[in-house]
């Protein structure tokens, strides 16, 4: 038995019967939240906002407790429900700022983690389910990613609304927010289907990432260019953004890929990818500095222009050690809930005795919310979602129909390991990433564990 088999746990499947139909939940929840996102820029919604915000996480929360099957359960989920366990104790913690907002915290973590719950328990999910989740995110963030180019190559025309909370913080805030073009014109980073300035930066990466597993699994010349095209424009948004932490995680993705390929000795992609992907990002960096000068090249030489620790420390590593060495020996169980983030902008109320705890990146907040003992748990839980994702990238497709499985496995594995990294310079696992991460482990799961079962009930 091979190590994806022995990853997934055996569900009862009835001889002669492929498994029911169901509505496709995966690709909905992606187009609902993706519809959230939408309606913050579509101009000043007022009140609203925080529905439209609210909703995105409500969605993940109504299936986790409405949504029933008999699929078996997804190996992080227990190592997720203890850590969801220890955050939720905190609850009572003495320094949570408010009944309210320790609750509000702890759903939050559960709407991030809900497809670790619900998405196992459709049986109907299979690879080609798998492929049109990724083909819409891949669809929006490559829209996304365009519009964030053009907003840069023609300024102010295709802007939407800066987010009222980015205006709020005033204008050397927002001026900084901005860059210069070639032509000396001050233009705010791509912005693409978000309202912060460089938020573009995200679908930078999705169109890059995703974009390569299409470029791997195609034929049709059309889809190859079009690929190929996802991935120059995820380029040169992820630079003109210079979000230098995205262009990071995009190039560990990008090495993760390879070095699967290398594993499996799959020479022709791994070809491919060397070749054809790598030229389309050299000509995106020179695309993009074509149309932002200096601003770009400065920018990126940073990330080299010292050792990488360092370079990293005096960016964000000064918060990881401020977390590990003093606010984790001074609450080894946390400072209480609600004190940063959304639940303390939305619940916290505005009680002078309150405090609010300024965090960058995510290990901060764990420790900030729950202490070791959420950190570890947390930590667990994402050492089996990889090495989960590991055993299917490494197996062997159980059947020709499931021939690319294994690859969307390596791919979903990279965009994991560089979302892992990047919690070292951003709070992902209380965001709408954050569930998008644990949506596509948790359909690659699911897909993995149809592949297998078919296979087997053809097998007799």
């Known amino acids: 038995m091979n190590t994806a088999a022995r990853m ?12 029911k139909k169901t ?63 220890a955050v939720g104790i905190c ?34 999910i299979d690879l080609a389910m798998l492929r049109r989740a990724v083909m819409v995110l891949w669809a929006f963030h490559t829209a996304s990613a365009a519009l964030g180019v053009l907003q840069v190559y023609r300024p102010g025309t295709f802007q939407p609304p ?16 901005k860059i210069t073009t070639a032509s000396g014109e001050r233009v705010f980073r791509p912005m693409g289907l978000t309202d912060v300035p460089g938020g573009a930066s995200i679908s930078g990466l999705y169109a890059v990432l995703l974009g390569v597993g299409f470029f791997l699994t195609r034929k049709q010349p059309l889809a190859l260019a079009a690929s190929l095209g996802s991935i120059g424009l995820g380029v040169m948004t992820l630079y003109l953004s210079q979000v230098r932490a995205l262009v990071v995680m995009t190039g560990i993705a990008l090495v993760a890929v390879a070095a699967v390929l290398l594993f499996r000795r799959d020479v022709k992609r791994l070809s491919m990818l060397m070749v054809g992907v790598v030229g389309v990002v050299v000509a995106g960096y020179l695309a993009a500095v074509n149309m932002a000068g ?21 960016n964000r590593g000064r918060f990881l050690e401020d977390a590990l060495t003093k606010t984790l020996p001074r609450a080894p169980m946390g400072e209480g809930l609600g ?38 748990l947390y930590l667990a839980t994402l050492a089996v979602a990889l090495w989960t994702g590991w055993g299917i ?43 998008e991460f644990w949506l596509l482990n948790a359909t690659l ?14 097998r007799g």
């Open 162 to 177: 800066v987010s009222a909370v980015v205006e709020s913080k005033g204008k050397g805030y927002v001026e900084s927010l």
């Open 339 to 376: 004190h940063w983030g959304m639940t303390s902008s939305y619940f916290g109320g505005s009680a002078p005795q309150t405090k609010n705890i300024w965090v960058e990146i995510q290990w901060a907040g764990w420790i900030v919310d729950g202490g070791a003992p959420f950190l570890l």
């Open 393 to 435: 990238a490494r197996s062997r497709p159980p059947s020709a129909e499931a021939a690319d499985l294994p690859f969307w496995g390596a791919i979903v594995l990279a965009y994991s390991i560089g979302a892992t990294a990047l919690t070292f310079s951003y709070p992902i696992f209380l965001s709408q990433s954050g569930m």
């Open 23 to 85: 509505f496709a939940w995966v690709p909905a929840f992606i187009i609902f939240q993706l519809l959230c996102q939408l309606a913050l820029i579509v101009g000043d919604i007022g009140w609203a906002r925080v529905i439209v915000r609210i909703a995105a996480f409500g969605a993940s929360l109504l299936l986790v407790f409405g949504l029933r099957g008999r699929g078996s359960g997804y190996p992080a989920a227990k190592p997720a429900i203890a850590a969801l366990a």
């Open 91 to 124: 609850i009572f913690h003495p320094e949570t700022r408010s009944l309210m907002a320790g609750v509000a915290q702890v759903a939050l973590y559960l709407a991030v983690l809900g497809p670790v719950f619900w998405v196992p328990r459709l049986t109907s």
């Open 8 to 19: 997934i746990p055996a569900t009862r499947v009835v001889q002669g019967r492929p498994p």
């Open 294 to 314: 200096a601003a770009v090249a400065q920018r990126m030489a940073s990330l080299v222009a010292s050792k990488p620790g360092q370079v990293y420390y005096d």
């Open 445 to 458: 799961f699911a897909a993995a564990r149809h592949a297998r079962l078919s296979a087997a009930a053809a």
